[in-house]
């Protein structure tokens, strides 16, 4: 079992989660810039950037989804899943993987129980001129974020995702002194979790749970939404206190809600770094909602949610998990709808 102490299930897949990352992809479709990076990414050799190195270990991310939960003995080749996450969420990329529902819509987290929120270290989305730079890697986007933001010490296996630019936030970059939050940095991106199930457990009062196992506490077939927000963190030593405050915005239970016209939803998995596009996902989440733009928040933003998840016994989640490498066209979702908010229940 050593897979036991994953992150997200996925690796319920019992070993195999180390399994080297091939290149499923043969693309005759590189069709777009998007396809190009992925496979220049997937060539370049881990380099040493100070911080910026890409590590080649899976991320150990504690509390999966069982196997008993899951029902699975073996792992889960990708040809044999269903559509999987993180898929690209630019506009006109389209997947190869027929999707078999329509996903759950916009307002349905609010029928749902939260079960968790956590973060992974960069995007595990790509969305193109958005969160779309990797530190460490080719482009001018990824040479420039390397010359602004210094490359910060982080465990060595924890994988990176991508990053939003910084532009308009130079003079906003210097270290904050996170009390709280493990391994954040002013500047980085983080993708945040919110995770919805309808098996969460039931409580009157506000409450989160370690990790993901709690999606399945009262049914093992339950309803799954993930809402995905990439944010970068700015330090504003300009604002008072008052300000603050008014930044957070009970990012513990909600996420900065994007325009319906910016967000998207699709069908997907789980993620993390323990999945690639070798051994997937048997976990799916029915309605993941993305923002398809890089969001922005204070440092005390979040410092302050990862207090507030200690107290909730959340210790473990409030540093980065590691990212999922984005998940090849052929296991993507053929169709990403807008972000459309249901109209109200009736009764
Ligand atoms: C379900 O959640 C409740 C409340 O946290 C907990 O007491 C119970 O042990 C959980 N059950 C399972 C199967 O995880």
Redesign the pocket.
Known sequence: MRCGTRFLGVCLALGLALASKTECSEAGAADDEVQLMQKQHQKQKPVQHGGWARPTKADPEPRAPTMMQTGRQSPLLCQDAEPQAPKNVTPGFVGDRPTRFIPLDGNIPNQLIQVNLHWHLGAEHYSLGEYDITPGGPTARDAEIQSVIPAQPQPSSTQPGFFCDVKGFEDKLNAFNFQHCVDAFVGYTYEFHWVYSSGG?L?DTF?L?PGL??V???TITPQIVVRGQACRVINDESLTAAEIEADYQNFIQQWRQPPLSQGVRYVGSTTGSSVNNEVCSPVTVHGWHVDTKCCTILAQTMDRTCQEMIALGLADDVKPKGSRELVAKEWSSIVQYPLAVSPPATR
């Open positions: 457990p409580s409450k749970w196992g709690q399945f506490n009262r």
